[in-house]
């Protein structure tokens, strides 16, 4: 097989008073993620889609929240591993598309710098990360603002050697 897919679901639970971070984004906003790390549902998501092409596990058995390495840690970090360790398995990465859930903050203003951000990290073209954004029309955790709840499917080459 030279393509793999892979998909990735995380949720995180909402409290006031804390920062917002989302596909490496800080999001102005009232409410933020509960977490161990830095609570970036959407990077969780993506590196769980990473690594469920490769049928690597997940998250978080690379990355145990009962650990103090992670602590608060940037979730980019975390990206940058899952990445270099699908490049080492000799996978490049096509593309990735992201679904977040969450009633509010509006998400709008901030899809473009996620995707620009993403990119950058992952090392892949703009153009190959969707970022895209719902709310629930108020139904469930996510409508009642008790949480952020993530999709993400990626796609993998594996290597030429040309
Ligand atoms: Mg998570």
Redesign the pocket.
């Known amino acids: 097989m030279n393509i793999r897919i892979g998909n990735g679901y995380?949720?995180?639970a909402l409290a006031e008073g804390l920062p917002l971070w989302l596909g490496g984004v800080r999001v102005e906003s009232p409410i933020g993620?509960i977490?161990h790390?830095d609570?970036?549902?959407a990077i969780?998501?993506l590196c769980d889609a990473l690594l469920g092409a490769l049928a690597l596990g997940d998250?978080g058995k690379h990355f145990p929240d009962t650990s103090d390495e992670f602590a608060g840690i940037d979730s980019k970090i975390l990206l940058e591993r899952v990445c270099s360790l699908v490049r080492a398995e000799g996978w490049e990465i096509g593309n990735a598309d992201i679904t977040i859930a969450m009633q509010r903050p509006k998400l709008a203003p901030y899809i473009i710098p996620m995707r620009e951000c993403l990119a950058s990290v992952m090392g892949i073209e703009v153009s190959d990360v969707s970022v895209k954004a719902t709310t629930t029309e108020k139904l469930g955790f996510v409508g009642r603002g008790e949480g952020c709840e993530v999709y993400a499917v990626v796609l993998l080459n594996r290597q030429t050697n040309i």
């Open positions: 995380d949720v995180h993620c977490a790390s609570g970036d549902v969780h998501a998250i």
